[in-house]
């Protein structure tokens, strides 16, 4: 088969963890993981972003060296693949577009499960199409140091919020350090440090 590196079948439980990944640091491994073990996901696709609709202010880097730390970093993990999906759609990216590609590419048995930080949760209800957002995944919010929940953001079976091991680590931490340099050593995996020097990435 193509890309969805582990293979999952139909019917199988897949979560979705879906940003810009600029870069991938641990944060995003450990948010991945622990949904992965608690809602006993099959696999997690790593989705990264081509060009997300929030971010337009500030210059990403590539949408090719994203993608390729994403693959660095999830490459060891038989629960990770990557999926280029965002990066090949053409215009702003949108979550719900994301979902429905993947249902698309999945077939109808396919479960899915959007990991978000907390952080990205309050702003759902501005998000494109937030209802069919919800009908195509359910929403496992993991929580994320600086970004409270309050717990009326648990909604039902389609939005649960998830404890994880809280770590303060940002990929705009990543790039200031990097520009400081300073290093990202051991807040990122250290081929994506590897990668990131180079290919001078967040010099300026
Ligand atoms: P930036 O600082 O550029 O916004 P980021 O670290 O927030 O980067 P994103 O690519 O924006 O990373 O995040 C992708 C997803 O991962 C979002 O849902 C975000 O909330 C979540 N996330 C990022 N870092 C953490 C963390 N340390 N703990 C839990 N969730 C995180
Ligand atoms: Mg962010």
Redo the contacts with the bound molecule.
Sequence with gaps: MGEGGAGAARGARIGV??????PV?L??L??AAEAGRAFGLDEVVFVPAGEPWQ?EARRLAPAEDRYAMTVIATAADPLFSVSRVDIERAGPTYTVDTLADLSRERGPEAEFFL??????LSGLGTWKDPGRLLALARVIC????DHPLRSVEADGDRISVLE?P????????C?DRVRAGLPVRYLVPDGVAQYIAKRGLYRE
């Design positions: 963890m879906g940003g810009t990944f600029d640091h944060g995003h450990v948010a971010k990991i978000v930080g907390a952080d990205t993991c929580t994320r140091p994880i809280q770590l303060e680590i940002s990929s705009t931490l790039r």
